[in-house]
């Protein structure tokens, strides 16, 4: 039976400055992600792609202009999933690869592995002819004046919430129902400013950045990892579905009333359930999203 098509994509969570530049860069890339997802192409290309848009607008902490780690590097983190077969793939700690999504793409089809990392991911990324780019591509003015702040201040700071910041980057993610019923998630992140060399975040993690289930929902998660990690978020908000029988929107608002209750967790989510429907929620200030469902209007959120 056909089934009607819903996508949701964010630009991660916290207090934006100057919202309109965002507005319209994640309104545009859900418009283009619509357009897939009508002319029937699956809900793990449209996440992909809308993903590797992100990842390419260095407005956001994602493949060009990522954040930068104490050692003034950019290395990056990214997750993918197949709600039809738990299928997943995902990189972290990677270094000069253009789209990091993309890469987890390739080790979920092209590996007998979901995860992998540093030097081997880079190895199997050349393998595979991923696009690579060079440390210049990725590091951006603004980056580095975030970081040489955090790094005067001795703190380690989600993107969003760096104090001397006017301009609020974040992480990514895009969830979509297509067509045929199937869904599927994408995360990818620069991760968290000044992080130490080799910190992973949630987004890598399979149930805590990001997850998908055809039978549940599809998630991905923005905020301070260590804390999505600690409460397997986005499974958890899988579960809730499952054992609860309720929509995304409920749902979401659960499992982020869960992160805050069990480790003061800051951040936010965005679902779409096995129905369609779409659901977002989280503890910062705001969260930069867009979606859209089949039949209904491009919607921008932000608080
Ligand atoms: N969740 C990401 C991480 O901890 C950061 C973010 O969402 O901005 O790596």
Same mark, same amino acid.
């Given at each position: 039976m056909r089934e009607r098509y819903s996508l949701m994509i964010h630009g991660g969570a916290g207090l934006? &400055?100057? =919202? %309109?530049?965002?507005?319209? &860069?994640?309104? $545009?890339i859900v418009g283009v992600g619509e357009k897939m997802l009508s002319e029937g192409v699956s809900a793990l290309d449209t996440v992909e792609h809308c993903v590797t848009l992100l990842e390419n607008n260095p407005l956001f902490n994602a493949g060009k202009g990522s954040v930068l780690n104490e050692e003034g590097e950019v290395e990056m983190d990214a997750a993918i999933m197949n709600g039809e077969n738990l299928k997943a793939g995902s990189v972290a700690g990677i270094t000069h690869i253009k789209n990091p999504i993309s890469l987890a793409r390739a080790v979920m089809e092209k590996s007998e592995h979901v995860m992998l990392i540093g030097t081997g991911a880079k190895k199997f990324a050349a393998v595979n002819q991923i696009e690579k780019e060079s440390s210049e591509y990725f590091i951006i003015p603004d980056r580095v004046r975030q970081w040489e702040e955090s790094k005067k201040q001795n703190k380690v700071v989600l993107d969003h919430s760096g104090s001397n910041s006017e301009k609020k980057f974040g992480t990514v993610g895009a969830v979509a129902k297509d067509k045929n019923g199937n869904l599927a998630a994408a995360t990818s992140t620069g991760g968290i400013?000044? =992080? =130490?060399f080799g910190r992973v975040g949630d987004t890598p993690i399979i149930g805590a950045g990001v997850y998908a289930d055809? $039978? @549940?929902? &599809?998630?991905? &998660? @923005? %905020? !301070? %990892? $260590?804390? !999505?990690?600690r409460t397997v978020l986005s499974k958890t908000i899988s579960d809730i579905i499952f054992y609860e029988k309720i929509s995304a929107q409920e749902a979401a608002q659960n499992g982020i009333e869960y992160l805050v209750r069990k480790v003061q967790g800051l951040g936010g989510v965005i679902v779409i359930d096995r129905d369609g429907n779409c659901g977002s929620a989280f503890s910062t200030p705001a969260m930069i999203r867009a979606q859209v469902s089949e039949g209904k209007d491009i919607t921008f959120l932000l608080d």
């Open positions: 934006i &400055a100057d =919202k %309109g530049k965002y507005q319209s &860069a994640v309104l $545009e400013v000044n =992080k =130490k055809n $039978e @549940t929902c &599809a998630v991905s &998660a @923005t %905020g !301070f %990892g $260590e804390q !999505f990690i």
